[in-house]
């Protein structure tokens, strides 16, 4: 089984500028890169701040984007995200019964679960009973491995800022929502950070990717803001096999 994770695209009013960019070039550059180097995967798995403020342009650019992509694409929200503008420029995307955009969607070896941490007005996440609840629900009763994606890291990855506002509220719960199904889970794929990482949280696998527009530098010493790197717009390739996960990193470059 091969799918891709993709993250933090960051998209704004076109016309506008992020940190001296315009997001939709770099979304633009990894799409062409998927299309020619990856158009055979099952899947594609977006894990979040698919707009850097919740702007109605950022949507309507990301779906026009996105649109070219070949396989098709499962989607959840960040602390950058809107979830009214996000469910009005995406209707056709699953919600749970209290409107969160998380879904369980079957992968070709496998079920995928998306969990929504976005929290309005805060840039930490939040998982609520409410979505603790179907994820204990989506877990239950069935017996093959899980993938499970979600954009704010339930732990600390040495990023001062980043850690500041990681999954805040409810990670004890995942945690042992997590413990309870451990034989069933393969992997962790997480957003946010804007880094290609990769690690184990209580036993449990995880990588994280690059975003499309902006990084964040590997700074281990400053607090409080989250430093911009420049570097480029990366991707993840995964590889899933009864024997295993493997993820690779594409970073392509311009031109
Ligand atoms: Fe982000």
Redesign the pocket.
């Known amino acids: 089984m091969k799918f891709l994770h993709l ?2 695209l ?1 998209l704004v009013t076109p016309g506008a500028a992020l940190h001296g960019m315009d997001p939709r070039a770099g979304l633009r550059r990894v799409v062409a890169h998927i299309r020619a180097h990856h158009a055979d995967a099952a899947l594609a798995v977006i894990t ?2 698919l707009t850097h403020a919740g702007e109605p342009e950022g949507y309507a650019a990301a779906r026009e984007i996105l649109a070219g992509l070949p396989m098709p694409c499962h989607i959840t929200l ?3 995200d809107s979830r009214p503008a996000f469910r009005a420029a995406f209707p056709e995307v699953a919600v749970d019964a209290a409107g969160f955009v998380q879904q369980a969607f079957a992968m070709p070896e496998g079920l995928g679960l998306l969990l929504d941490t976005h929290e309005p007005g805060r840039a930490e996440g939040r998982l609520c009973p409410a979505r603790l609840s179907w994820l204990e629900a989506a877990l239950r009763g069935g017996s093959g491995p899980v993938f499970l994606f979600l954009h704010h890291p339930p732990f600390r990855v040495g990023l001062g800022r980043m850690d500041d506002i990681r999954l805040r509220e409810g990670a004890g719960e995942l945690e042992n929502i997590l413990w309870r199904h451990r034989a069933r889970l393969r992997h962790l794929f997480i ?2 950070l ?1 880094r290609a990482v990769a690690g184990s949280w209580r036993g449990l696998p995880f990588t994280g990717v690059r ?1 499309t527009n902006h990084q964040i530098a590997l700074d281990f010493v400053t607090q409080g803001v989250a430093p911009v790197s420049f570097e480029a717009p990366g991707y993840g390739v995964v590889l899933a096999s009864e024997a295993g996960v493997v993820v690779h990193f594409e970073e392509p470059t311009a031109g």
Do not use: Q, R
Request: charged content about 15%.
């Open positions: 993250s933090d960051h979040g701040d960040g602390n950058h957003g946010h804007h975003g």
